[in-house]
C-alpha cells in the first residue's frame, strides 16, 4: 500500500479492457450487482495466483476489498505472511500476471506486525486496513491482521482523527466542494467517495451512527454516478466533465445533465453533512466539554426555548413538552448562525417531525427570528445549510424545492443557486449599517434570482414570485413592492456602470427614474455588491465597482437636487502641447492628436498589441484636437512594459504605416471562436448618439477590429464601454447622430459582424 506501480496510462487502460472483456470476464455495468460481480470475477482471477500455501495470504484492501469495485478501478492488495521463506519470488509471481492483464496495481508484502506498525505511523493505511479482506490463502493469518488492525483503531481513532482531519481539510481546499462543483472529482473532492471512507472509518470506531440510511443511499448513488463515468469515457476517470455528464445521465436514466448534476450535489451535502456531524462527535469525546456536579454536560439557555447542551443546540424540556409554535423551528435556526453552534441531529429530526407548519401572513416572531438568522453573518450558512438537510428550510419556502442544487452554468458562479442565495445574504449583512432597512436588504439578497431555472428573464419572472414570498412572511404592501423592484433591477447598477457612459445625462436620468428614490438606491448598491461577492472573483474588480460607485453617486445628485450632474471635463493636460500627447497613468490611456477619423480604434489595437484589455474608452474633439482616453487593465495578468507602449502610441497616432501593419496582423490571428455573435440597437440611450450593442465570444484585439469596421463603414464612435462575462463580452459603442434608416443599420451591422 505505500508503493505504486503503475504502467503507461493509455497502455494500462488498453490492458483493462482486454481484462474486462477477456481475460477474466469482469462484467462492465452499473449498481451494486455489477461491482459486486467485478469483485467475484477479480476474486477468482486472483485466486488462481497464489498457491496454497501455511503463513502466506492474499488481502484485498479499497474497492475491491469492500467489493465496490468500478468498472476500471485499481487493485489494492496486500500480500501477507509469516516469515516464510521465499516471499520475494512469491509475490513476483502474483504481481506480474497482474501487470501483464494491464492492471493498475497499488501492492505491498508485509508481515502482520509490519502491517500494524505501518498502520500505527499512517492514518491512511490504518483507515485502508478497516477493508481488508481474505482473497486466498492462509485464513488465519488474515484474521490475525483484520480483527488486530479494527481493535487498534477502536482504541486510537479518536486521538488519530484529529491528523487525518487536518489531512482531510487540505484536500478539500485542493479539489473543492463536490456539491457546487461544475466539474467535481467524485472521489476527492469534498462530500465525495473519500469522505465516505471516513464516515466508515468513524463508525467503526464506534464514535457515531455515521452511515445512517440517507447517507447509504447518497453512496451507492455516488458510486453509480462514477460507474457510469468510467462507462461513458471507458476508461478510470473520477472527474465529471461537462463533456461526459448528457452519456453519463443517460446511463444512469436521468432525463438530463442538470438533473444528474443536482443529484450529485445533494448527495454530497448529505455526505459532507454526516462528516461534519461525526467529526464533531470525535472531538466531543477527546476534549469532554463542562460538566456540572454531577457530572453531566451543563445546560445553557441560549434562546427562549433553545439551549446549549455539550456544544449543541438543544430544545428545551419546557419546548419539548408544550405544543410548539410555528416559529419554533426558525427561532432555532437563528440562535444556531447567532451562536454558531451546530444544532444537535435529534433536535433536527424532532422539528421536522413535530414543528407545525407556519401561517400565512407569518406571525412576526417568525419573521424576526428569520431577520436574525439571514443577518447572522458566518453563522448563516451552516445554520441554514443544516435546516435544509433536514427538510426545514422547505417548510419555511416551499419555493426552495425548485431552487435546491440547481447548477448555474455561467462560469463566473462558483455556487449553485440555493447555496448562491444564501450565500448573497450573508455577503449582505456585512452592509446592512450603509442601508435604511437592513432587513428587507437580507430578504433581497436571499430572493434576487428567484426567477432562475423559471422560462423568460430571472430578473423579470423572479418579480411575482419574490413578491409571493414577501406576501406570505407578513410584510405589508409598499414593501412587498420595494422587495420585487429589488428583484427586477437587482442588475441594473452593474449593467449600466459597465455598458453605458456615466457622462451621458441620459444614462443619469434613466437610471433614476428606474429606482425612484435613495433608499432604494442604497439597497441596489449594497444588494449588487453582496450578489459581486457571493457570485465568485470573476465577477467584481476594483474597476467595476469604482464605475458601480460613480454611478451610484450621479444618480444620487439627480435623486437629491433633481439636477442631472454636469460631464466631467477634458483633461487639460491632452490641450497643451505639441502633438501627439500620450499620457500613462496606472489604469489610464490618454492620447491627443490632430483630428481625424480612426483614432480610437489605432488606439485600441495598439493597447491590444501590448496585451492590454480596454474596459472603456471615450473619443472627442476639442479645438481641433482628437482625444481619446481609455482604462485598461492587463489581458494575461501582467502589466504592459510602459517605455514600447508609449513609443508604439506615439508612432501609430502620428500615422505609422508600419505600427498599422503589425495591429492588423496580430488582430487576425489572434481572433477568438464562440457562439454566433449578435447586434442590438439601442434608440433612446444616449443624448448625442445611438448606441450599438455587440454579443460575442471574447478575444484579443476585438476592440480594434470593430471600431476599425465602424471607422471604415463611416461611423464615428464617441464613446465604447466593455464588458466581459467569462468568455463572452457585450461591447456597447455610441455612435454620434441620429437615428440611422434601415439600410445604414443593416451595412453597420453587416460591418460589425464579420469583423467579428
Not at 441531529?345 to 417531525?353: D, F, K, V
Not at 490618454?590 to 492590454?612: P, S
Request: glycine share 8%; proline share 6%; with cysteine.
Amino acid at each position: 500500500m505505500t508503493s505504486l506501480i503503475k504502467g503507461n496510462a493509455s497502455a494500462a487502460d488498453r490492458g483493462a479492457n482486454l481484462l474486462i472483456n477477456e481475460v477474466v470476464g469482469v462484467p462492465g455495468g452499473i449498481g451494486e450487482p455489477a461491482r459486486q460481480a467485478r469483485a467475484a470475477a477479480y476474486d477468482n482471477f486472483l485466486r488462481g495466483l497464489l498457491p496454497p500455501r501455511d503463513g502466506v495470504a492474499l488481502i484485498a484492501v479499497g474497492g475491491l476489498g469492500r467489493r465496490q469495485c468500478a468498472p476500471y478501478g485499481d487493485l489494492d492488495l496486500v500480500l501477507l505472511h509469516a516469515g516464510v521463506p521465499g516471499t520475494d519470488e512469491l509475490a513476483a509471481s502474483v504481481w506480474y500476471p497482474i501487470w501483464d492483464a494491464g492492471l493498475r496495481l497499488d501492492h505491498s508484502v508485509r508481515t502482520v506486525s509490519e502491517a500494524l506498525s505501518v498502520a500505527q505511523d499512517d492514518v491512511k493505511v490504518a483507515l485502508g486496513l478497516l477493508d481488508a479482506r481474505l482473497v486466498a490463502g492462509d485464513p488465519a493469518l488474515a484474521e490475525a491482521l483484520v480483527s488486530t488492525a479494527a481493535d487498534h483503531w477502536r482504541r486510537t481513532a479518536v486521538r488519530q482523527l484529529v491528523g487525518l482531519r487536518e489531512v482531510t481539510t487540505a484536500r478539500w481546499q485542493a479539489h473543492g466542494e463536490l456539491a457546487f462543483l461544475l466539474e467535481g472529482d467524485l472521489k476527492e473532492a469534498a462530500g465525495g467517495l473519500r469522505d465516505v471512507g471516513l464516515l466508515r472509518a468513524i463508525s467503526a470506531a464506534g464514535i457515531t451512527d455515521a452511515l445512517r440510511p440517507a447517507v447509504r443511499a447518497a453512496h451507492l448513488r455516488l458510486l453509480d454516478t462514477r460507474d457510469a463515468l468510467h462507462q461513458q469515457v471507458g476508461r478510470r476517470v473520477d472527474r465529471l466533465v461537462a463533456q461526459e455528464r448528457d452519456g453519463v445521465a443517460a446511463l444512469l436514466a436521468l432525463d438530463d445533465r442538470d438533473v444528474l448534476l443536482r443529484r450529485v450535489a445533494g448527495d454530497a451535502r448529505t455526505v459532507s453533512h454526516a462528516l461534519d456531524d461525526a467529526f464533531r462527535a470525535a472531538d466531543r469525546l477527546r476534549s469532554g466539554r463542562s460538566r456540572g456536579g454531577n457530572g453531566r454536560p451543563v445546560r445553557r439557555p441560549v434562546a427562549r426555548d433553545v439551549v446549549e447542551h455539550d456544544g449543541e443546540l438543544v430544545l428545551a424540556r419546557t419546548a419539548i413538552g408544550a405544543r410548539p409554535d410555528p416559529s419554533l423551528s426558525l427561532r432555532v435556526a437563528a440562535a444556531a448562525a447567532a451562536t454558531r453552534l451546530p444544532i444537535a441531529r435529534a433536535t433536527c429530526e424532532w422539528l421536522a417531525a413535530y414543528c407545525p407548519p407556519l401561517p400565512a401572513p407569518w406571525p412576526a416572531e417568525a419573521r424576526a427570528a428569520l431577520t436574525t438568522l439571514l443577518g447572522a453573518g458566518p453563522g448563516l450558512v451552516p445554520a441554514w445549510e443544516t435546516c435544509d438537510r433536514y427538510g426545514l428550510v422547505d417548510g419555511w419556502l416551499p419555493e426552495w424545492t425548485r431552487l435546491r442544487s440547481l447548477p448555474q452554468h455561467n462560469p463566473v458562479h462558483r455556487y449553485t443557486l440555493d447555496r448562491h442565495l444564501v450565500q448573497t445574504a450573508h455577503e449582505a449583512s456585512h452592509h446592512a449599517r450603509d442601508v435604511e432597512r437592513p432587513d428587507l436588504l437580507l430578504l433581497g439578497a436571499l430572493l434576487h434570482d428567484i426567477g432562475k431555472g423559471l422560462p423568460g428573464d430571472h430578473s423579470t419572472v423572479g418579480v411575482p414570485v419574490a413578491e409571493a414570498v414577501a406576501t406570505r412572511i407578513g410584510l405589508p404592501a409598499a414593501e412587498v413592492e420595494l422587495i420585487g423592484r429589488l428583484v427586477r433591477l437587482h442588475l441594473l447598477l452593474p449593467d449600466v456602470a459597465t455598458r453605458r457612459d456615466l457622462s451621458d445625462p441620459v444614462t443619469i436620468a434613466s437610471v433614476a427614474e428606474a429606482v425612484g428614490d435613495t433608499g432604494t438606491l442604497d439597497l441596489l448598491h449594497a444588494l449588487v455588491r453582496a450578489d459581486a461577492a457571493a457570485t465568485g472573483p470573476a465577477a467584481w474588480s476594483d474597476w467595476k465597482g469604482r464605475l458601480v460607485a460613480e454611478l451610484v453617486a450621479r444618480v444620487r445628485t439627480a435623486l437629491d437636487t433633481g439636477v442631472l450632474p454636469e460631464p466631467p471635463a477634458p483633461d487639460p493636460a491632452l490641450l497643451d502641447g505639441p502633438l501627439p500627447v500620450v499620457h500613462l497613468t496606472g489604469d489610464r490611456v490618454a492620447v491627443a492628436a490632430a483630428d481625424r477619423r480612426g483614432l480610437l480604434a489605432t488606439v485600441a489595437g495598439c493597447l491590444a498589441l501590448h496585451r492590454l484589455e480596454v474596459i472603456s474608452a471615450d473619443a472627442s474633439v476639442v479645438d481641433g484636437r482628437a482625444l481619446v482616453e481609455c482604462r485598461v487593465q492587463p489581458r494575461y495578468g501582467l502589466p504592459a512594459d510602459p517605455v514600447p507602449l508609449r513609443a508604439d502610441l506615439r508612432r501609430a497616432v502620428g500615422g505609422d504605416v508600419s505600427v498599422t501593419q503589425r495591429l492588423r496582423g496580430r488582430a487576425l490571428a489572434a481572433r477568438g471562436g464562440g457562439a454566433a455573435p449578435r447586434v442590438v440597437w439601442h434608440r433612446e440611450a444616449a443624448t448625442d448618439a445611438v448606441l450599438l450593442e455587440l454579443r460575442a465570444a471574447d478575444a484579443a484585439g476585438l476592440l480594434y477590429r470593430v471600431t476599425c469596421a465602424l471607422d471604415e463603414a463611416g461611423a464615428l464612435v464617441r464613446a465604447a464601454r466593455i464588458s466581459t462575462l467569462g468568455g463572452d463580452v457585450v461591447d456597447a459603442f455610441y455612435l454620434v447622430g441620429g437615428w440611422p434608416d434601415d439600410a445604414t443599420r443593416a451595412r453597420l451591422e453587416a460591418a460589425v459582424l464579420a469583423a467579428v
